[in-house]
């Protein structure tokens, strides 16, 4: 089975922190991604990576950067937290053959600032 | 910009019944399929993928793919209080770093009643 996994489920931070969130996955995808889930929004992707060192903004980069220094971790970072951050932050992961690859989640972290 | 679309529900459907779950999607040459289970607080589950026309059976889940009139659907059957949950639908996106993106749904969610 695919792991994915996120280092925290529940954190908290003060406005102005620098906040990492970690995701590690186990089946040697490729692809990584980022995405933050609020109630009546769905899923929106903040990064994405295709590779080790290689990133992509997706739909809501404003406020985040993300490092990806091995091809089993993606790191997620809030550069200086603000309370519109507070919100259910996902990874996924998937190979990168084009077509059919579906995407497997971490459970997820569930930030709050305050 | 490729879309997905679906009901936000909530579907309501009594213990035994078959839930019917509906998704639309924009581009046409959409080739594969997916559909994710959430429960509430937790992250997106794959339940089924679909890559062809007509239906593919798993359990009691059941997926029908009709490419001409772009919607897939997902029909649960013997509907269980344990499948009460929020539904997505995703199809591939853009493409973008030579990687597929998922387009998600916002969900649908399903009530089972006792």
């Known amino acids: 089975d695919v792991k994915v996994t996120q280092s925290s489920r529940y954190l908290v931070k003060r406005t102005g922190e620098k906040v990492f969130l970690e995701c590690v996955q186990d089946?040697?995808?490729?692809?990584m991604f980022w995405y933050r889930q609020d109630p009546g929004l769905g899923l929106r992707l903040i990064y994405f990576?295709?590779?080790?060192?290689?990133?992509e903004k997706g739909d809501i980069p404003e406020g985040y950067s993300v490092s990806r220094e091995k091809k089993e971790r993606f790191s997620l970072i809030l550069e200086s937290a603000s309370t519109n951050q507070t919100s259910m932050y996902l990874c996924?992961?998937?190979?990168?053959?084009?077509?059919?690859?579906?995407?497997?989640f971490g459970d997820g972290t569930r930030l709050s600032i305050l | 910009q490729k879309e997905v679309e679906q009901n936000s529900g909530p579907l309501s459907v009594p213990e035994g019944a078959i839930a019917s779950l509906n998704c639309t999607y924009s581009?046409?040459?959409?080739?594969?399929f997916f559909w994710y289970r959430q429960y509430s607080g937790k992250s997106p589950e794959l339940i089924m993928s679909i890559y062809s026309n007509g239906d593919k059976e798993d359990g009691r889940f059941t997926a029908q793919l009709n490419k001409a009139s772009q919607y897939v659907s997902l029909l649960i059957r013997d509907s269980q209080p344990s499948d009460s949950a929020t539904y997505l639908c995703a199809v591939p996106g853009d493409t973008q770093g030579g990687s597929e993106k998922l387009v998600f749904g916002k969900g649908t969610k399903l009530t089972v009643n006792p």
């Open positions: 089946m040697d995808h490729e692809n």
């Open positions: 990576s295709y590779d080790v060192k290689m990133k």
């Open positions: 581009d046409r040459g959409s080739q594969s």
């Open positions: 996924a992961s998937s190979f990168r053959l084009m077509g059919n690859q579906p995407q497997h």
